[in-house]
């Protein structure tokens, strides 16, 4: 097949179906002498349109279409083009992931949490993945966004941001379904007598039941009364989370810690 | 508004063609070479040479970058950012 043969063939081809006929017809050497004209046509065809070829294509398009997730963009224009933003979008991916269940998604998962945990900083970075998989990830740009309400800048929303990841154990509380009342009461109490700025308790399935009970008992003593409270479920991670959110007013004026 | 990115999956023949078109080579491990410097393409994220099997190809001038995950978001994140300003 001439050069010239092979151009009239693919010359009204899109690129993948011009790669497909020059695969199958074994021309994969476009730097050959002679075969100038028809390297110039795929290079040309290559300039038309953004197209990403790669391994998984379905993997891919899923990332793609987490920027249309109502957090994800809150998160964007919370902190407009912030690199951590790719840890979630990686987050988003891994719930889905963990959704869809199976050995292979399973193993994926494996690879990518690993393939992060071995970057330079990666506890701390697995941790912000870790937002959209617990479905953490709500009430923490939900406090973000308000802080945006009040006027605070990206550079110290970034700031509280990365001082509730280095420090997530103080703010956030996972309640354990064999976890008793009292001790939820307890856990909370110690929080709010520290002036935490922030305080997120989140349960799942069963334990729920006892974390609301405790989180009423604690709304009956009065004791949160410097505090701002919400409740939400969400379905943002692998499952549905309830998350019982303090946020402590003063906060608000920068007034504390 | 910018057109967005498609995602599609090739074959290993097709995308030695399509390297081939831009004076890349793969070696018989599999790694991607700049023909024209001889030197394998290296991932910006992972400092690993970039393989046929993991490298994602992307059109325009013809980018090579790793197809992982956290590559993939940086590179949608850049191109938000670029289309944004």
Not at chain 1, 149 to 161: G, L, V
Not at chain 2, 4 to 31: H, R
Request: aromatic share 8%.
């Amino acid at each position: 097949m001439t050069p010239d043969q092979i151009l009239l063939a693919i010359k009204d081809l899109q690129l993948p179906e011009a790669l497909a006929y020059l695969a199958a017809n074994k021309i994969l050497n476009l730097t050959k002498k002679g075969f100038e004209s028809v390297r110039k046509a795929i290079q040309k065809k290559t300039a038309k349109k953004k197209v990403g070829f790669v391994p998984n294509k379905d993997e891919n398009t899923f990332l793609k279409r987490v920027a249309e997730r109502e957090y994800f963009r809150e998160f964007g224009s919370i902190l407009p083009n912030h690199k951590y933003s790719d840890f979630i979008r990686v987050g988003y991916l891994i719930a889905h992931l963990n959704k869809l269940g199976g050995q292979n998604n399973r193993q994926r998962v494996i690879e990518i949490r690993s393939s992060i945990c071995q970057r330079p900083n990666g506890v701390f970075l697995i941790k912000i993945v870790n937002l959209v998989t617990t479905g953490a990830v709500v009430p923490v740009i939900d406090y973000l966004s308000e802080l945006k309400k009040q006027k605070y800048d990206s550079e110290h929303i970034a700031d509280i941001f990365n001082e509730i990841m280095l420090d997530w154990k103080k703010y956030a509380y996972f309640v354990k379904a064999t976890t008793k009342m009292k001790e939820i009461i307890t856990i909370i109490k110690r929080k709010v007598a520290n002036d935490q700025r922030l305080i997120m308790i989140f349960s799942y399935g069963s334990a729920k039941d006892q974390t609301t009970k405790a989180v009423a008992q604690i709304l009956k003593d009065k004791i949160t009364e410097a505090y701002f409270y919400e409740s939400k479920n969400n379905k943002e991670g692998d499952k549905e989370v309830h998350s019982s959110t303090f946020t402590l007013i003063e906060s608000f004026n920068g007034t504390t810690e | 508004m910018k057109e967005q990115i498609k995602f599609e999956e090739l074959t290993d023949d097709e995308k030695k063609v399509l390297l081939s078109a831009f004076d890349y080579e793969v070696d018989k491990e599999g790694n991607i070479i700049d023909a024209l410097l001889k030197e394998k393409i290296i991932s910006e994220i992972t400092r690993q040479p970039l393989t046929l099997k993991s490298a994602a190809l992307i059109t325009g001038s013809l980018k090579i970058i790793d197809s992982n995950p956290l590559s993939i978001s940086r590179y949608l994140r850049e191109e938000t950012e670029k289309n944004d300003s």
